[in-house]
């Protein structure tokens, strides 16, 4: 696919840290052999080193020594982030004894290396569940300066000769964080999500806020907050074209838009896809993916202060090589 042309020469050409805090399984070391191969990112593994050394034996790979192995539950490393995590958390009653407990466990270790700046970006969900990543990643890492929400987007990669989003490359939000956003909640997905357009998918996002209505067409509760939402990212962002709300049809049809939508810089032409609540989003990207043959790529975090990407359980070893990549090019901006 063109865009992995793309992020591979960015991320090789800006080399980052990409800590996996699952460093002992095996889909990730095999990931993480062909990232250092090709130097494409950094890679610190964490994990107790005899045991990633054995498994690097045992799967044949070659280059695994090149990696950064470090084991959080070595009483160094914990000196070294629990006063860190500590300060975050003392507020919330943490003693420091707990804090050289959490500080043990690799996913907070992981999200203190990035937070203390030892690392760029993070990439765990292999053997973790999406709760536990993003659970460590709010304790630590924390949001972005004028954002309350994270969310999770999927790059969707159409077939050859699609003539949907841009160039067959489009984005999906929310599709794996927040059940029921409320308007706000709503807006910053749409602006974290243009974000994600532009700095990973490399195109200029044009952003819908999609609801069984248009313009008017509809009156529900439902309508309502996706309005709302519009008119809160317009303000959030004014230089990206944002536009809702908007049946599906209308955004992504021309012909459908002029009829429904005139005058909508929009309509027709939207390359990014924001859902008004989860169960649509989640349902879409895998309605698309298996119908039309797409390639769902994600999801990808936003919202954080600092990259971290949650995978699938279900996931391989290419999953992960392409999330690393995808990480390094967050970490660039």
Known sequence: MELFKRLTLRAKANRRRIVLPEGTEE???????????????????LGNRAEVEAKAKELDLKHISGATIIDPKDNGSVDRY???????????????????????????????????????????????????????????IKTAPGITTVSGAFIMLLPDGSKYGTDGLMVFADCAVVPDPD????????????????????????????????????HHERVDKVIEATRIAQELAP??????????????????????????SVAGHANVLIFPSLEVGN???????????????????????????????????????KTIIMTANQAIH
Not at 105 to 111: A, N, R, T, V
Not at 239 to 264: F, N, R, Y
Not at 288 to 317: F, N, T, Y
């Open 27 to 45: 889909r990730n070391l095999i990931a993480a052999d062909r990232i250092i191969a090709d130097e494409l990112a950094d890679i610190i593994l």
């Open 82 to 140: 629990a006063p860190l995590f500590f300060e975050l958390r003392k507020k919330k009653g943490i003693s420091m004894e707990d804090a050289r407990k959490f500080t043990s466990d690799e996913l907070y270790f992981g999200c203190l290396m990035v937070k203390s700046g030892d690392a760029d970006g993070l990439v765990s969900g292999a053997i973790h569940t999406t709760g536990d990543v993003l659970r460590a990643a709010f304790q630590v």
């Open 183 to 218: 308007a706000r909640q709503l807006a910053e997905i749409a602006v974290c999500s243009a974000k994600t357009a532009k700095e990973v998918a490399g195109i200029n996002p044009n952003v819908a806020l999609l609801s069984f209505s248009t313009k008017g067409s509809a």
């Open 239 to 264: 230089e990206i074209p944002i536009d809702g709300e908007l049946q599906t049809d209308a955004a992504i049809v021309p012909v459908v838009a002029a009829l429904k939508a005139p005058g909508s």
């Open 283 to 321: 349902i879409a990207y895998k309605l698309v993916q298996r119908i039309s043959g797409a390639e769902a790529v994600g999801p990808l975090l936003q919202g954080l202060a600092a990259p971290v990407s949650d995978l699938s359980r279900g996931c391989v070893a290419d999953d992960i090589y």
